[in-house]
């Protein structure tokens, strides 16, 4: 028996296919979220003006016993009428209020970031268990997010071929950090739409100046590479040794520093791995390059299935030979040409 129109995935080694299901789509209602008023004390710059205001003044003279005790009976007056502690409240829902502090303790280990999101919370819920159970499930939702980008991201590479690993940095004589940014993507944009580039990419701050560059894996066409490429001895500060880097003049010229090191079959898993270490250290969104599905579609034959798999059986697992077909066509036994050919799918 045929399974028509599968999605069909690469897991790296083994090519997956997931049989068409019929079963209606049914959105999914979402809960209204309760609005919290998020209090918050202006401490920082009061402690700063306070400070500024009692610092001891170059005129300031010794005075005598009875002006010295007049005076501290009139600061004990004033003291216990000092305005309270300024705050600000914003209106906010409590999944806001999560992703917000998760993002602002990001670089803790896990399990003190998940202490110190609960302290923050705690005043927004009746009982502890139940902030303790409101903060546990977001960060599963968070864990578990995780893991279906880094899937995601694994699916697309590993249909597609990537010949260049490359690093991005700005010059400031060139750009501000905004104007970095928008340029990078403008810049890779026109290069997918025009010259047929594709890539997979992710924007870093370094650990001790916080400066944004960006990393990503590179599909660049033969011929198509703009300007010149350049062998530049350079020092590398984390290994303490001399290397050579080979930089494009025309990336050089309109940001300020470019890194462009050939990828083969020995050295693209690390390239990769380093992508899914920013990935799941900083947080940061993965940025992809228009045409890179996670799926081919192709009937399938039951001559080509090894065996069913997965949870209740829903996935097939395929010979490393099997057929691709397409609407009842023959086109080819499965490889990166003939995938080329079959229609795609995310």
């Known amino acids: 028996m ?54 001891p003044s170059t005129e300031d003279a010794p005075m005598p016993f009875e002006e010295t005790v007049s005076n501290a009976a009139d600061c004990t007056e004033t003291a216990d009428t000092l305005p309270e502690m300024p705050t600000t409240n914003r209106l906010m829902t409590k999944k806001e209020l999560f992703e917000e502090l998760y993002a602002k303790y990001q ?8 202490a110190a999101i609960l302290k923050r919370m705690r005043p927004y819920f009746k009982t502890e268990e139940e902030a303790k159970t409101y903060v546990e499930a ?10 279906e980008r880094r899937v995601r991201m694994m699916r697309k590479v590993n249909l597609q071929d990537f010949n260049f690993f490359v690093t991005l940095t700005y010059s400031d004589e060139l750009h501000t950090e905004e104007s970095f940014k928008a340029g990078v993507e403008n810049c890779l944009r026109n ?24 990393h990503g894996i590179f599909y660049i066409p033969e011929g198509t590479m703009p300007g010149r490429m350049l062998d530049m001895e350079d ?45 799941e250290k900083t947080g940061e969104k993965i940025v992809y390059s228009k045409g ?7 009937d399938i034959m039951e001559e080509d299935i090894v065996c069913p798999f997965g949870l209740e059986d829903k996935k097939l ?21 003939v995938i080329s050919q079959m229609p795609k799918a995310n």
Request: proline share 5%; charged share 30%; net charge positive.
């Open 2 to 55: 045929p399974y028509p129109k599968c999605k069909i995935y690469s897991d790296g080694g083994h090519y997956i296919a997931i049989p068409h299901t019929t079963r209606p789509y049914r959105p999914r209602r979402k809960s209204k979220e309760e609005v919290i008023a998020v209090t918050e004390e202006v401490a920082e710059e009061v402690q700063q003006s306070a400070a500024e205001q009692s610092a």
């Open 107 to 114: 670089s803790l280990p896990r399990y003190k970031r998940k």
């Open 138 to 147: 977001n960060m599963q939702r968070k864990l578990r997010n995780l893991i």
């Open 191 to 214: 290069f997918c739409n025009r010259k047929g580039w594709k890539y997979i990419g992710v924007w870093e701050r370094s650990p001790k100046k916080k400066r944004l560059h960006f």
């Open 235 to 279: 020092y590398n500060f984390r290994t303490r040794r001399r290397q050579i880097t080979h930089q494009n003049t025309y990336f050089n010229e309109k940001f300020g520093r470019s890194d462009f090191e050939p990828l083969d079959m020995q050295n693209i898993g690390s390239a990769i791995a380093y992508i899914v270490k920013y990935l």
């Open 292 to 298: 890179l599905p996670q799926f081919f579609v192709s």
């Open 317 to 337: 697992l395929l010979y490393d030979d099997f057929l691709c077909w397409d609407e009842g066509v023959l086109v080819g036994a499965v490889s990166k040409a």
